[in-house]
């Protein structure tokens, strides 16, 4: 009975929760961190945001199971490894698309929107948009950016145009990435998934020098934009950016020299520099905002 809880919980990937994080961006930006009412509100919005990407997890597994089963790490997932059968699988979607419904009339009606927007976008994606060259990228950044503006709508604020920018060239960054390690460590990589077929990895490195560049420079000005400086009451936001640039450095090291970033949280959360940028870069970027 134990053991099949945590096959459940493995079906969730949890660890992947992470990513929604993202839904924190504008609370941290919007000088609202230490509101306690905003602050429960993003909570809220951050297990919609987790229960709605965990029933797309399953729903790709269902999906993927044959192709996973050849591949050395998706192997050992609960439903190619054979631990769970497609249709227990499908009762815990259900059930996570229920849980779903539930929690959206909890929060407000935009936000809830949002995240419908991303089921759907998923869904499209799991049957259709994955297989098509560069969508299937744009469908993963843009999983990124509405959790962003989900984060802005749930406590309804305005957000910066430049840090949705930034939002936009991070995630294509991170799934060009991704991309990139799927073809440089398996030799099976196109059967694994077919649209790695109209990739090579001279394209893929050139898309991920405009993207990577793209984070910096969007950032970067956003850190020295009017709206910022008089938000925040300081010039020297933009020295900040110097995280962002070792972050970008440090994960393209990663990816091109360790093969790590398949799994992006894995990638960020096992990397012991990459773990002390974030730390310090969290910590100066709340001095400066909240130092008022």
């Known amino acids: 009975m134990f053991s099949k809880l945590i096959t459940y919980i493995k079906l969730l990937r949890i660890t992947s929760w992470a990513k929604n994080f993202f839904v924190f961006v504008p609370l941290i930006f919007a000088k609202q961190l230490f509101n306690r009412a905003e602050f429960f509100e993003v909570v809220l919005g951050f297990i919609l945001f987790s229960v709605a990407a965990s029933s797309i997890y399953v729903v790709n597994d269902i999906s993927d199971a044959k192709r ?3 591949h050395p790490l998706k192997k050992n997932r609960p439903i190619a490894s054979g631990l769970l059968s497609v249709k227990e699988a499908k009762y815990a979607a259900a059930i996570l ?6 929690i959206s009339f909890s929060v407000n009606l935009s936000f809830a929107a949002i995240v419908w927007a991303y089921v759907l976008l998923n869904i499209l994606y ?3 948009l994955k297989q098509i060259v560069i969508v299937d990228i744009f469908c993963i950044a843009l999983g990124f ?3 962003v503006i989900g984060g802005a709508a749930i406590i309804s ?5 430049w840090l949705i920018l930034t939002t936009l060239f991070l995630s294509l960054f991170l799934a060009v990435m991704k991309r990139r390690v799927e073809i440089a460590t398996s030799e099976k990589a196109v059967v694994q998934r077919n649209v790695l077929k109209d990739y090579s990895l001279s394209f893929i490195d050139q898309i991920s020098s405009i993207t990577g560049g793209g984070v910096i420079i969007s950032y970067a000005l956003y850190t020295v934009s ?3 400086v008089l938000m925040f009451g300081s010039e020297y936001f933009v020295s900040t950016t110097i995280f962002v640039i070792f972050g970008i450095f440090r994960y393209m090291y990663l990816v091109f020299k360790k093969d790590k970033g398949e799994n992006v949280v894995d990638a960020l959360f096992t990397d012991l520099p ?10 100066t970027v709340i001095i ?4 008022r």
């Not at 698309?97 to 539930?102: D, I, K, N, R, S």
């Not at 604020?157 to 145009?161: A, E, G, L």
């Not at 400066?288 to 130092?291: E, G, K, S, V």
């Open 97 to 102: 698309f229920l849980a779903t419904a539930l």
């Open 157 to 161: 604020v305005n957000i910066s145009s």
């Open 68 to 70: 996973d089963a050849i």
């Open 274 to 283: 990459m773990i002390i940028n974030a730390f310090f870069y969290i910590c």
């Open 126 to 128: 799991s049957n259709y």
């Open 226 to 228: 009017e709206r910022t």
């Open 288 to 291: 400066f905002i909240y130092n």
């Open 145 to 147: 950016m509405l959790r």
